[in-house]
C-alpha cells in the first residue's frame, strides 16, 4: 500500500500574519517520522491531501482550483485552521493534528493511498 | 425598497421622544434642525432607485433573493465590502455630507456575525432571532442606527466599577418575556430619523462586567427612550437664513444624539447578547472594523465637493492658474485619493466569518480611519488656504440682501468678470460648512478616536514576525532560507 499523499499549497506570503514555513518544516517531521504519509508537490497532481497554507485571514489560497480533485484539504488561514482559532505559537501542532486525524478519517472510508 | 418620500412618510408614523434646545419636538421630518439630515438620509433611498445608481445601491438579499437596499445587506463577498466603498463615496458627492445610514449597516454586519458564533458555542438562538429582524429591516427597507458609545464616566474603572451604573448600557431586569435595560448612548448618528436602534457593547467585558454585555434592538418610539439632540456649529441658520447654511439641503454631519435608555423593556425576540461577556469585545471590532472601512469612502466622495469648492473659488478669485494654488488642489486630491485606496485596499483583504459574511481586514480599516484623522483637516487647511480670509469675514446673506448696503457687499465680493458675489458667497458658504466647526471634529472621532485606532493597530502589527525579517538580514541566529 502506497502513502497517503499531501501537498502543500502557499497563498504567496505577501505579508504573512503566521509563520506558513514553520508549519511546512513541522509537517515535513511529522511525514519523515511517522512514514504514514508524504509529501508530494501540488504539481505532481497526485495528492489525495492538501494543506491550504495562508498567512492571513484574507486566505488567498482558499480557492477552488486547490481543492478540485482532492478528497479533503486543511485550511489554514491566520491563526485558524479549518475555521477554529488557534494562536500562532501552537498552530503547526494543530495543523499536524488536523492533518493526522483528516488521513485517519479517509483511511476509514477509502483507501486515498492506493 | 422604499423611496426617499415613503422613507419620511414613515418617520410621520413614529412617535420618538425627542429634544432640542431645550424643547420636544413634534415633527422630526418637518422641525428645520433635522431637515438636512432627514434628507441626506432619504437620498440613500432614491439614489437606490436611481439607475444610475442601482449597482452600487442595491443588493441581493441572502435571505430571500430579493432586491434589497445595500443599507440592509449582509455583505458575502470581496465584491460586496468594495462596492460598499464605492456606494459611500457616491452618496458622499451628492450630498457633501453625512448620510448616516451606514453605522446601521454596519452593526448589523457586525451582529448578524456574532451571534451564529455565540450560539455554536453557547446553544443560544441570538443569531435565529437576529434574522428574523433582519427579515424586516430588510423587506420594510428600515433605516436602523448603531448605538455603541457610551457615557463611560470615569475612563479608569471598568463599567461594573463605576458609581453610576448608567455610565453603561446594562440589565437591570430579566424578565420571562424580557430584559429591561438602563444607560445612555452618545453621539448616536441619525438616531432621531431613524426606525430603530441597534445597541451594542462598547468595550471589552470581563465576567463581572456580564451585564453590560448587552446587545439588543429598540424600536425609536419604545417607552423610556429619549433623544436629545445636539448643537452643531451655525445650526440656527437653519431656520434664520437660507444662503448662509451653506449646504442648504444636506446641512453638516450626521446629526447626532444623545440616547437615554430610562427603564426600557426590550422583548427577548430583539435581545442578541445577554452576559455573554467574552464575545463583546470581538462585537465591538467588527462593528469597529467595518465603520472605519467606510471613511475612506464617504470622506473621499465628501472631499470631492470640497475640492470643487475650492477649486471654483480659485476661479472665481482669478488665482487658478497661479502654480502654488495648482499645487495646493493636486495635494488634496492625493490625499483624498490615498483615503480611497485605503478603503478599497482593507475591502479587497476582507475575509469571510464562520457565519458565511464577510468583514474587512481590521488593521488596513484601522489604518483607513486614522489617515481621516489627519487627511480630511490637512485637505480643509488647504481649501482654507485657497479660499482665503473672506472664509471668515464674509458679510452675512441678510447684509448682501439689503435694500442699503447690499450693493456694497454685491461690489465688493466680485470677482474676475462674468460670475456673481452670488456664486462666491454660496461657495464660500459651502466651504464654511463642510470645513469650519462640527464637520472637521467629526473627521476626528467618528467611529472611535485616533488612540483606538492605534490600540487595534498593535495589536494587529504583528512585530514578532517584523523583528524575525529583521534578525534574519542582520545575520542573527540561525535563520531559515525564508522567513514566511
Not at chain 1, 501542532?93 to 486525524?101: E, F, I, N
Not at chain 2, 425598497?1 to 418637518?30: A, I, Q
Not at chain 2, 431637515?35 to 432607485?49: E, F, K
Not at chain 2, 484601522?366 to 473672506?390: F, M, P, Q, S
Amino acid at each position: 500500500m502506497r502513502k497517503c499523499r499531501v501537498a502543500f499549497k502557499f497563498c504567496g506570503c505577501c505579508n504573512p500574519y503566521v509563520d506558513l514555513s514553520r508549519i511546512a518544516r513541522y509537517l515535513h517531521t511529522i511525514a519523515e517520522s511517522c512514514n504514514d504519509f508524504e509529501i508530494v508537490p501540488l504539481a505532481s497532481g497526485d495528492a489525495g491531501v492538501v494543506v491550504i497554507l495562508c498567512g492571513c485571514s484574507r486566505a488567498c489560497a482558499d480557492r477552488a482550483e486547490n481543492r478540485i480533485g482532492k478528497l479533503a484539504t486543511v485550511v489554514v488561514a491566520g491563526e485558524s485552521v479549518d475555521g477554529e482559532m488557534v494562536p500562532e505559537p501552537e498552530l503547526p501542532l494543530a495543523v499536524g493534528r488536523k492533518l493526522v486525524s483528516v488521513l485517519c478519517q479517509l483511511k476509514g472510508r477509502c483507501n486515498p493511498c492506493s | 425598497m422604499k423611496s426617499g418620500r415613503e422613507y419620511r412618510e414613515s418617520l410621520r408614523k413614529l412617535e420618538p421622544e425627542v429634544y432640542y434646545l431645550g424643547e420636544k419636538v413634534d415633527s422630526v421630518v418637518d422641525h428645520p434642525a433635522f431637515v438636512p439630515h432627514v434628507n441626506a438620509a432619504a437620498l440613500t433611498y432614491d439614489m437606490a432607485l436611481a439607475p444610475e445608481f442601482e449597482e452600487l445601491l442595491t443588493a441581493t438579499s441572502h435571505l430571500t433573493g430579493e432586491k434589497i437596499n445595500r443599507f440592509t445587506h449582509i455583505h458575502h463577498s470581496h465584491d460586496d465590502l468594495i462596492k460598499k466603498v464605492k456606494m459611500l463615496r457616491a452618496i458622499g458627492q451628492q450630498t457633501g455630507s453625512c448620510f448616516q445610514r451606514c453605522v446601521g449597516h454596519d452593526g448589523l454586519n457586525a451582529v448578524y456575525s456574532i451571534t451564529f458564533e455565540i450560539d455554536r458555542k453557547k446553544g443560544t438562538e441570538y443569531h435565529k432571532r437576529f434574522i428574523q429582524l433582519l427579515r424586516k429591516v430588510q423587506s420594510e427597507d428600515l433605516m436602523i442606527s448603531g448605538a455603541m458609545t457610551d457615557p463611560k464616566g470615569d475612563r479608569r474603572l471598568s463599567p461594573s466599577q463605576q458609581s453610576d451604573p448608567d455610565m453603561y448600557v446594562h440589565v437591570v431586569e430579566r424578565r420571562g418575556d424580557g430584559i429591561v435595560v438602563s444607560g445612555a448612548k452618545m453621539h448616536i448618528t441619525g438616531a432621531v430619523n431613524s426606525h430603530g436602534h441597534l445597541v451594542m457593547p462598547t468595550a471589552a467585558m470581563r465576567q463581572e462586567d456580564a451585564d453590560y454585555a448587552v446587545c439588543f434592538y429598540v424600536p425609536v418610539g419604545a417607552p423610556g427612550v429619549v433623544h436629545i439632540f445636539g448643537r452643531q456649529t451655525n445650526d440656527t441658520r437653519k431656520w434664520q437664513c437660507f444662503l448662509d447654511q451653506g449646504n442648504v439641503d444636506y446641512g453638516m454631519v450626521g446629526g447626532e444624539a444623545l440616547i437615554v435608555f430610562d427603564n426600557v423593556f426590550v422583548p427577548w425576540e430583539h435581545v442578541f447578547m445577554c452576559g455573554e461577556y467574552e464575545f463583546a469585545y470581538e462585537l465591538v471590532e467588527r462593528f469597529a472594523t467595518a465603520h472605519r472601512q467606510n471613511y475612506g469612502g464617504c470622506k473621499t466622495g465628501l472631499a470631492d465637493a470640497l475640492i470643487g469648492a475650492a477649486y471654483a473659488l480659485a476661479q472665481i478669485q482669478g488665482t487658478d492658474r497661479a502654480s502654488h494654488i495648482r499645487d495646493k488642489i493636486v495635494e488634496m486630491v492625493h490625499l483624498a485619493e490615498t483615503l480611497y485606496c485605503c478603503s478599497i485596499a482593507c475591502s479587497c483583504q476582507g475575509y469571510a466569518l464562520p457565519a458565511g459574511s464577510y468583514m474587512a481586514d481590521p488593521l488596513l480599516a484601522n489604518v483607513t480611519k486614522l489617515n481621516v484623522t489627519r487627511h480630511v483637516y490637512e485637505i480643509a487647511r488647504l481649501a482654507h488656504d485657497i479660499a482665503g480670509g473672506i472664509l471668515a469675514t464674509a458679510p452675512s446673506e441678510n447684509d448682501w440682501k439689503d435694500t442699503k448696503v447690499g450693493k456694497y457687499v454685491d461690489k465688493y465680493m466680485k470677482g474676475v468678470p462674468g460670475i456673481s458675489a452670488e456664486a462666491r458667497i454660496r461657495l464660500i458658504r459651502l466651504l464654511e460648512s463642510m470645513t469650519c466647526g462640527t464637520a472637521l471634529v467629526e473627521s476626528m472621532h467618528g467611529a472611535g478616536s485616533p488612540q483606538a485606532q492605534r490600540i487595534m493597530i498593535e495589536r494587529r502589527a504583528n512585530l514578532e514576525h517584523k523583528k524575525r525579517l529583521a534578525e534574519k538580514l542582520a545575520k542573527i541566529g540561525e535563520q531559515p532560507l525564508f522567513v514566511c
